[in-house]
């Protein structure tokens, strides 16, 4: 049974700092998309950043650029995401997702992420 569990978030000052992880099991990164996604209240689910687990490539969102800094533990199948600079914008849940398609597809469409955690709460205070 595959599952992603997401652990690290909590509440933090503005300008501080978490780190995030994502912990896959029931499959092995390969050529998979891991993808970290949060959701504010009232908003829709939104990409906040992507990682290819076997070229290494990454992608943000422009919001978190230059603060967030995505990486993967292949051989431990974890997914950080480590959150710089936090604004009292970054408050939301935090969802990591998999895409196993080979394309990275799901870090456009989130429709085509093949498997979802169940998120870990951000909340950052002013």
């Known amino acids: 049974e595959v599952q992603l569990v997401e652990s690290g978030g909590g509440l933090v000052q503005a300008g501080g700092s978490l780190r995030l992880s994502c912990a896959a099991s029931?499959?092995?990164?390969?050529?998979?998309?891991i993808g970290w996604f949060r959701q504010a209240p009232g908003k829709e689910r939104e990409v906040v950043s992507c990682i290819n687990t076997g070229d290494g490539s990454t992608y943000y969102h422009d919001p978190v650029k230059g603060r967030f800094t995505i990486s993967s533990d292949n051989a431990k199948n974890t997914v950080y995401l480590q959150m710089n600079s936090l604004k009292t914008e970054d408050t939301a849940v935090y969802y990591c997702?998999?895409?196993?398609?080979?394309?990275?597809?799901?870090?456009?469409?989130?429709?085509?992420?093949?498997?979802w955690g169940k998120g870990t709460l951000v909340t950052v205070s002013s």
């Open positions: 029931g499959f092995t990164f390969v050529e998979d998309a």
């Open positions: 997702a998999a895409d196993r398609s080979g394309t990275g597809y799901g870090c456009y469409d989130k429709s085509a992420m093949d498997y």
